[in-house]
Structure formats: C-alpha cells, structure tokens
C-alpha cells in the first residue's frame, strides 16, 4: 500500500535557522507531490506542489522541495525560517489506486519558530 | 473570494445520535472529498465525488454517508457516532477528474465531539 513518512513529528527551530523537513513515499507509479501547510486554527493551505519537469520547485513564502526520485523523496526546505512560519507541515502523495487518484498524507510535523 | 466552506466549525451531539456536517465551494470543481482527521495524524480519505458519481473508501465504516444534491454542496451523514469518531472533519475540493491528481482546496474543517 502506499504510504507517505515524515521523518520528524516535531521541530523547534529558532529565527533565521534554515529549515528541512524529510518527507519519503513508498509508491512506484507517476506521484504527483504536494506539500500542505496548516497554520494555527486555519485550515490546509498548498505550499509547493511538483507534477513534472524540474525536480527543483519553488513555493510561497520562500518554501522549495526538492523531488529525488531515486529517494523517493521529496524534502521541503527554507533557508532563513520566520515566526510565522509556525505552523503544521503535511507532504502529500497524489497516487492512482482504484481507478482513480487519491491523497496519502504524511502524519505532519509540527514546526515551531521562536524569535 | 472563490472557497471551501464548512459548517458548522464546531459540532458536539451525543454518543448515537444523528449529526450532518456540510461543506460548500464557490471554485465550482467536479470533485469534493471529505476527510476525517484525528488528532496528531494524518487526514484520511473517507469518500469523494466526482459529480454525482460516488466513490467510498474500502475502509470507511457504514456508519458514515455523503449526499451531493448540486456541484455547490456535498454533506457528511454519520448515522450513530460512537466516541471514536470524534475528530477533525475536513472537505476538500479539486478541478477535473480524480484521476487527474490535481491539488486539492481544503475547507477550515468541523470538530466534532461526541459525548
């Protein structure tokens, strides 16, 4: 079955550090790759998503992922972290079963940014 | 703004009674999901629609049900809630074909408790 890991559940970082978050798949078909960002009581928001083309994609606020498909990975990074960027991260698998394509979500990780 | 709209955001009923949680998008997508997310895990897929054409998880329990009257409207029934499914309620919504795989647009979620 297919199944998404994030590799650390939470995260303190402080101002200005840099940032990566590990996200691995487990599927052997044509993925596409989100990444979803659930700020304090709001909801889901997509960050970055990656379908094709340059492994490198860029998303708001300064977000990038990088898809090693090798790996099967597809780690979420931002080189100066802010405040608000405190928040929940969800990768995300777009992945055909059954006939149609359906979402695997990683369990989160929870990143908290103190000034 | 176009959006995923739920309500109510909170929801409390009693442990076997009746509960229908609705959502409504102004993106007018053909596919509406829901989901149902518990605390510190990942959202899971329980059903979606595509139109009107209905697809239910293998694991869903019977318990839960969606009606789709229109492309604006999509209601999660939960026919006799027990404890273990209080949780986070999530409806989401994505243009094109499931099999497409693109992003989907999440709605703020309903809480439900069940007491």
């Known amino acids: 079955a297919q199944s998404v890991s994030q590799h650390n559940h939470h995260v303190i970082l402080s101002e200005a550090a840099s940032l990566e978050l590990g996200c691995n798949y487990s599927?052997?078909?044509?993925?596409?790759l989100f990444w979803y960002v659930q700020y304090p009581g709001q909801h889901l928001q997509l960050l970055l998503k990656?379908?094709?083309?340059?492994?490198l994609v860029k998303g708001i606020k300064g977000f990038e992922a990088e898809f090693i498909k090798s790996k099967f990975s597809f780690n979420l990074r931002k080189p100066s972290v802010q405040w608000s960027d405190t928040a929940e991260y969800f990768c995300a698998v777009n992945a055909h079963s059954g006939g149609y394509n359906k979402l695997i979500f990683g369990a989160g990780t929870r990143l908290a940014v103190h000034p | 703004d176009a959006m995923v709209i739920q309500n109510p955001r909170y929801q409390v009923t009693q442990f076997g009674k009746p509960v229908t949680l609705s959502c409504s998008q102004t993106?007018?997508?053909?596919?509406m999901y829901w989901y149902q997310q518990k605390s510190s895990q990942a959202p899971k897929l329980l059903f979606h629609?595509?139109?009107?054409?209905?697809?239910n998880e293998a694991d869903t329990p019977d318990n839960f049900q969606s009606r789709r009257p229109n492309t604006s409207f999509c209601f999660l029934d939960i026919r006799s809630p027990g404890l273990g499914d209080a949780a986070m309620y999530l409806c989401?919504?994505?243009?094109?074909?499931?099999?497409?795989?693109?992003?989907?647009?999440f709605g703020p979620g309903t809480r439900l408790t069940v007491t």
């Open positions: 993106l007018n997508h053909n596919v």
């Open positions: 989401a919504t994505s243009r094109g074909r499931p099999t497409t795989g693109y992003e989907q647009y």
């Open positions: 629609y595509y139109d009107k054409d209905f697809n």
């Open positions: 990656y379908f094709s083309g340059d492994p």
């Open positions: 599927y052997g078909g044509t993925v596409n």
